[in-house]
């Protein structure tokens, strides 16, 4: 396979996955982004962690609410679990790796705050901390997964939300993660600002 039939591979394998989301998942982003605004409009909090590269779509989600997506607008009170290193660092070090979310939202989050998980893989035992703790704070989580959803999924609950991709691909899973962020960005602004 040449070079060029793999860049067109991984276009067209991305474009398919876009096209699969949409179908499947549209009315879902909707709802979430609903869920979203009204959690703002409360006077609560959005929260947002990841791990990896999926902690860079988190802090995308982060940065676009609390500064601007693509026009000048206020500032939204959201608050980027994965992008204090030093308490992270020293979270995990004092404690436990487990821990360098769930502590946080001890601190910091309140019922009717809601927590927006990123996952590209099947397992993260500190963003399945990070929900529980959000349950027990009465708090409700958007987790954007892929595949199976693993672990996270299960943990779950009635007013939860599940954006699952559907792609076992990291990859493709993390591009659609951007992409609907991008898209939970635009219809807050709207919802919020016309």
């Known amino acids: 396979m040449s070079l060029q039939d793999r860049i067109i591979n991984h276009f067209t394998d991305s474009i398919q996955t876009q096209q699969e989301t949409l179908g499947l998942l549209c009315e879902l982003i909707e709802y979430a982004s609903q869920r979203l ?3 703002l409009l409360n006077d609560k909090k ?14 995308l989600l982060a940065s676009a609410l609390l500064n601007q997506y693509e026009r ?9 679990l994965n992008t204090d290193v030093v308490t992270m660092t020293g979270i995990a070090n004092d ?6 979310f769930a502590k946080q ?3 910091l989050g309140q019922s009717g705050d809601i927590l927006v998980v990123y996952c590209d893989s099947s397992n993260a035992a500190n963003l399945a901390k990070a929900i529980a703790v959000a ?4 708090m409700s989580v958007v987790a954007l997964t892929g595949n199976n959803g693993g672990m996270l999924s299960q943990l779950l609950n009635e007013v939860d939300i599940d954006i699952r991709v559907p792609s076992d691909s990291r990859a493709h899973i ?21």
């Open 72 to 80: 000048d607008r206020p500032s939204l009170p959201v608050i980027g």
């Open 135 to 138: 349950h027990d704070k009465d």
């Open 46 to 59: 959005i929260f947002t962690c990841g791990n990896g590269r999926s902690a860079a779509s988190a802090q």
């Open 95 to 100: 404690h436990h790796f487990d821990e360098i």
């Open 37 to 39: 605004v009204s959690t």
């Open 174 to 194: 993390q591009e659609i993660h951007i992409l609907i962020t991008h898209c939970l960005c635009d219809l807050i602004d709207h919802q919020l600002f016309g």
């Open 105 to 107: 939202l001890r601190a």
